[in-house]
């Protein structure tokens, strides 16, 4: 199902990258000016390699641009977007994380739920070897949807993808413990395999990857399911 981006494009164009306060000196106009000419162009370094498919490039030039400007959050949501494209779990989860507590309440819900996909599949890589790891990343990732719930009770995709998870959660833990009744003195169950085609959650709710790190100029253009 594809992601609900376009509101929340709209609500972003109409917040503005937040900017250090001006200084009284020429010299302090040209440092800013400076330096915001450097964000744009790692900004816009970014925006052309995600466009690419050049995922890990597109993170790389997103986290360098907020480095310079880390008061604008949307170039950290566009890192972790990329990342997660990328299939870097453990990068988008840390940048994703980092804004649940944005003063915005429309990021913190995107950063919510695209934290609980990201738990999501971080947990799927550990599902044969080390399922008591991705239980503990299941339930995280049920918080994590529950966070997006709390902030917006009318969010249809964290609500299914919640509910997905929850099932995949309790089948999970279902097969533990039939296993160890099975096996009561095997102390590490036998890894169960992991279906290549499993079906996964409602993915990603992205932003237009230039129009929402700009704040009205130009993840790709349109709103896409990340894989």
Request: hydrophobic share 30%; aromatic share 6%.
């Amino acid at each position: 199902r594809a992601s609900r981006g376009t509101a929340w494009l709209a609500a972003l164009r109409r917040r503005m990258p937040r900017r250090g306060a001006a200084t009284a000196s020429l010299v302090g106009g040209v440092n800013m000016a400076l330096l915001t000419g450097r964000v744009q162009a790692s900004q816009q370094a970014g925006e052309k390699a995600n466009r690419a498919g050049s995922f890990p490039e597109a993170a790389a030039r997103y986290r360098e641009a907020h480095a310079r400007d880390p008061g604008d959050a949307r170039l950290a949501f566009n890192a972790g977007a990329a990342a997660y494209k990328s299939g870097a779990y453990a990068e988008a989860a840390a940048a994703f994380n980092a804004l649940v507590g944005d003063e915005d309440l429309s990021m913190q819900e995107r950063a919510y739920y695209n934290l609980g996909n990201t738990l999501y599949r971080e947990g799927q890589q550990t599902e044969a070897e080390n399922p008591q790891q991705t239980i503990q990343q299941w339930q995280q990732a049920l918080k994590a949807y529950e966070g997006a719930l709390a902030l917006n009770t009318e969010d249809a995709d964290a609500r299914y993808n919640h509910e997905f998870v929850k099932r995949r959660l309790e089948e999970l833990q279902e097969e533990q413990e039939e296993q160890q009744e099975e096996n009561p003195e095997c102390e590490d169950p036998e890894p169960q395999e992991d279906s290549e085609n499993q079906e996964g959650p409602q993915e990603q709710q992205e932003e237009n990857q230039g129009e929402a790190s700009q704040g009205g100029g130009s993840d790709d253009g349109s709103e896409q399911d990340q894989e």
